[in-house]
Nanobody, 121 residues
């Protein structure tokens, strides 16, 4: 079994910073792409940032220059450093990873449980 556990959310004021973490555990053979998504109340889930197994990162326009995604392959961890936070960043943040685990011959998507980020003005 594979588990993704997100953490690091909280409440900050505009301009503040938070670092989210997502830890993968279980019978993991390899982790390919890892992405962060967020879902604000009443809105659809949206993609925020992604990082490939080689470390190449991409960002959604609203967070470019403010958020940084990184990963520690040795520890099966991914981070999302969020700086200069704005009220519109308020959402539940989810990590998603494409993981090859156990005896599976292909990789599957796994989701973390979500962590709340609240930015007040």
């Amino acid at each position: 079994q594979v588990q993704l556990v997100g953490s690091g959310g909280g409440s900050v004021q505009t301009g503040g910073s938070l670092r989210l973490s997502c830890a993968a555990s279980g019978s993991i053979f390899s982790i390919n792409d890892i992405n962060w998504y967020r879902q604000a109340p009443g809105k659809q889930r949206e993609w925020v940032a992604g990082i490939s197994s080689g470390g190449g990162a991409n960002y959604a326009d609203p967070v470019k220059g403010r958020f940084t995604i990184s990963r520690d392959n040795a520890k099966n961890l991914v981070y999302l450093q969020m700086n200069s936070l704005k009220p519109e960043d308020t959402a539940v943040y989810y990590c998603k990873a494409k993981i090859k685990a156990g005896l599976n011959v292909r990789a599957y998507d796994y989701w973390g449980q979500g962590t709340q980020v609240t930015v007040s003005s």
